[in-house]
């Protein structure tokens, strides 16, 4: 499992819409998304279970975010709907093996990771 790779990133207006790649993702390998804003501890945002189907996600973006994954592509996505300035945050993707469900929103879980990718939403 090689550093991931993520995309997407950009500025948009609350209400808007924006749609974040990883690529590098194994489909034996459970992935989730990370947020960090200034100041602030990193985030969990969502996390998908290896090979796909059942999905996570924090109360903050529950409805409104989507987490889905290609594995013929090795890339996992997570679609951000109805952003709100709050949503500013650097971005980025994890993945790691044999992770539980307990153990999905917490970093320490995640052996690969992206560099990240900025994602700010203005008011």
């Known amino acids: 499992q090689e550093q991931l790779v993520e995309s997407g990133g950009g500025l948009v207006q609350a209400g808007g819409s924006l749609r974040l790649s990883c690529a590098g993702v194994g489909r034996t390998y459970a992935a989730a998304w990370f947020r960090q804003a200034p100041g602030k501890e990193r985030e969990f945002v969502a996390a998908?279970?290896?090979?796909?189907?059942?999905?996570y996600y924090s109360d903050s973006v529950k409805g409104r975010f989507t987490i889905s994954r290609d594995n013929a592509k090795n890339m996992v996505f997570l679609q951000m709907n109805s952003l709100k300035p709050e949503d500013t945050a650097v971005y980025s993707c994890?993945?790691?093996?044999?992770?539980?469900?307990?153990?999905?929103?917490?970093?320490?879980?995640?052996?690969?990771w992206g560099q990240g990718t900025q994602v700010t939403v203005s008011s």
């Open positions: 994890a993945a790691g093996q044999g992770v539980i469900q307990s153990s999905l929103g917490r970093t320490s879980a995640y052996k690969s």
């Open positions: 998908i279970k290896a090979f796909g189907g059942h999905t």
